[in-house]
């Protein structure tokens, strides 16, 4: 199991011949995994693996939540 607590800020300032602007944005993000695995071992060279790996991310910067 892995897990990690994320502070994001982030500061944009541009300016452009029409004008500019200033954006700020800051959040709190959290990234979790946990995963099981079980391997079966039939010879030194040759095994079988089965098992689960799960993901949760809350809050986290995705590209298509940072269009306006």
């Not at 602007?21 to 979790?32: D, K, L």
Request: aromatic share 20%; glycine share 12%; proline share 1%.
């Amino acid at each position: 199991m892995k897990a990690g607590v994320y502070y994001n800020n982030m500061h944009v300032e541009a300016t452009t011949a029409l004008g500019g602007f200033i954006r700020r944005f800051n959040s709190t993000s959290f990234v979790g995994e946990v995963g099981a695995m079980a391997i079966f071992e039939f010879t030194p060279y040759s095994s079988f693996r089965i098992g689960y790996q799960g993901l949760w991310m809350e809050g986290a910067a995705l590209v298509y939540d940072q269009y306006d």
